[in-house]
């Protein structure tokens, strides 16, 4: 391919600008270099039967040009999503799901005003099979709060899961606020056709580390006296979290399942209670 450097030194300078997108093409009688600027294509082109280097400028067909712009938008672009889940935080024993076994009882729940709430920052690290499969992880944080429906106040105690009820106050809130950072570990899966909005389904694991605890009350005394109250402790605890994940979604929503394999007390007390949760999800997918 004979073609005149001083001519595309030309082109460029007529053009005004120093960045350039070149493609080469092999036609029948001529060999043409393909220039695309911001707002311009230009052909370059030396013909086989006449000695003559030939040169054109004409306004840009951005369809001309999609592939090779698709390509590098992909190639820039940081594959992250920022995911926000909003559901109900429970806890369950012996396959108890809704309420407790009724030595204890005095743990039951009331769902409706236990909350889940968490948001994480993803990372699409992996696509496979034609980019309808994937792996996607990040961090996060896990906010959920646990309202008793009882009176129930949980010990401080280092080594036992104390815990007795309150008889002489008449509560309005008593919720056990615990916090979580955050590391999920999802495949994903997406069905139908690619390129549109797709059903996707993700399953994996969510490991998690607890960074805060806290007891609440709002409480009325027998002199009508209004008190609130916030305990910071562990109480007991488990530290470590490793649950597990299924979300179902559609263009940006869906819906969301976690449930906890570790139990949400230390080792060896009782009761061994194993943390779920189910909501809404926005964005991740």
């Known amino acids: ?124 690290e992996i696509d496979f099979v034609q980019n309808r499969l994937y792996f996607i992880t990040g961090f996060g944080f896990d906010f959920k709060n646990y309202h008793f429906k009882n009176p129930v106040l949980l010990g401080t105690s280092s080594d036992t899961l104390a815990f007795e009820l309150d008889s002489v106050n008449s509560y309005s809130k008593n919720k056990l606020c615990v916090r979580y950072f955050q590391i999920p570990l999802l495949f994903g899966v997406k069905l139908g056709e690619l390129g549109k909005r797709n059903l996707t389904l993700q399953a994996g694991a969510t490991l998690g580390y607890k960074i805060y605890s806290r007891a609440s009350q709002d409480l009325t005394t027998p002199k009508n006296e209004e008190v609130e109250r916030k305990v ?10 490793a649950a597990l994940t299924a979300r179902l979604g559609y263009g940006g929503v869906g819906i969301f399942v976690n449930y906890a394999l570790t139990p949400m007390f230390n080792s060896g007390l009782d009761p061994k209670l194993n943390a779920f949760s189910v909501g809404l999800t926005f964005g991740g997918f």
């Open 1 to 124: 391919m004979k073609l005149y450097s001083t001519s595309i030194l030309v082109i460029l300078t007529i053009v005004g600008t120093a960045q350039v997108d070149v493609k080469a093409e092999e036609e029948k009688s001529s060999d043409t270099i393909t220039f695309k600027t911001n707002n311009k294509i230009i052909k370059v082109w030396q013909s086989d039967s006449i000695s003559k280097t030939t040169w054109e400028v004409t306004p840009r067909d951005e369809a001309s040009f999609k592939e090779i712009d698709d390509e590098k938008d992909r190639e820039k672009s940081v594959n992250t999503h920022i995911n926000f889940d909003i559901g109900m935080a429970g806890y369950a024993l012996d396959g108890n799901y809704f309420k407790m076994p009724k030595q204890y009882r005095d743990f039951d729940l009331d769902l409706s005003r236990s909350r889940q709430i968490a948001f994480n920052i993803l990372f699409r």
């Open 232 to 241: 910071k402790d562990d109480f007991n605890l488990s530290p470590f979290r």
